[in-house]
């Protein structure tokens, strides 16, 4: 089982990092150039490092990777987090990286994509390029951290939308306590 994992710029790149150390199986990583700089404004973590928790990197410019056809078996994509920029491109068909492309490429081929954004407030023309994501069969699974499980710290909000996410794929995990546990 490989999925690739795409990190864009948006704020809250620490959910793509710990997706990465939680999701099994072969990880293709993408991670664009604006999210390595909000990786380094925002969290302790090199650009190295994070890549160390992939079996492949590719650049964004990539365009030749193998997960730019849909010849290439991946079983997933999960862009987390997702940009506004990225999820207007994927919504409209726009494959002009290998992250937009390879997003295409799994909506064609009908294989799980699942898209994490964060952004607030949401303009109606957000709101209209998630609609139009999710009538197309993706996953539109936004940086939402719920209360009731108590969270006492950022790590377990963090790890609470990495389990939604992880939950997605169908891989069990306890990353967080569910409710009527
Ligand atoms: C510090 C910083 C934080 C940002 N946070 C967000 C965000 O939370 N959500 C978002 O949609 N865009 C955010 N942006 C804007 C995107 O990075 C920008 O639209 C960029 O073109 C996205 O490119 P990419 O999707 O190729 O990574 C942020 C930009 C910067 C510099």
């Not at 990880?27 to 079996?55: F, N």
């Not at 030749?64 to 849909?70: E, K, R, Y």
């Not at 964060?118 to 197309?136: F, G, H, I, K, V």
Request: glycine residues 6%; charged residues 25%.
């Amino acid at each position: 089982m490989n999925t690739v994992v795409a990190i864009t710029g948006a704020s809250g790149i620490i959910y793509g990092i710990r997706l990465l150390e939680e999701l099994e199986g072969e990880k293709e990583l993408i991670i664009t150039e604006t999210a390595k700089r909000i990786l380094q404004a925002e969290t302790a973590y090199t650009v190295a490092e994070v890549e160390e928790l992939a079996d492949k990197v590719y650049h964004q410019d990539e365009l030749f990777a193998p997960m730019a056809s849909g010849s290439h078996r991946f079983q997933a994509m999960v862009i987390c987090p997702c940009s506004e920029s990225t999820l207007a491109k994927v919504s409209l068909g726009i494959a002009d990286n290998l992250v937009t492309r390879a997003a295409a490429v799994c909506i064609k081929e009908h294989r799980k994509l699942i898209v994490v954004p964060r952004e607030t407030p949401q303009s109606a023309m957000m709101l209209r390029n998630s609609l139009r994501l999710a009538e197309n069969g993706v996953v539109v699974l936004p940086a939402c951290p719920g209360f009731y499980p108590k969270p006492g710290s950022v790590e377990e909000m963090v790890d609470f939308v990495v389990g939604k996410i992880l939950d997605q794929m169908g891989q069990p995990h306890e990353l967080f306590r569910r409710w009527g546990e």
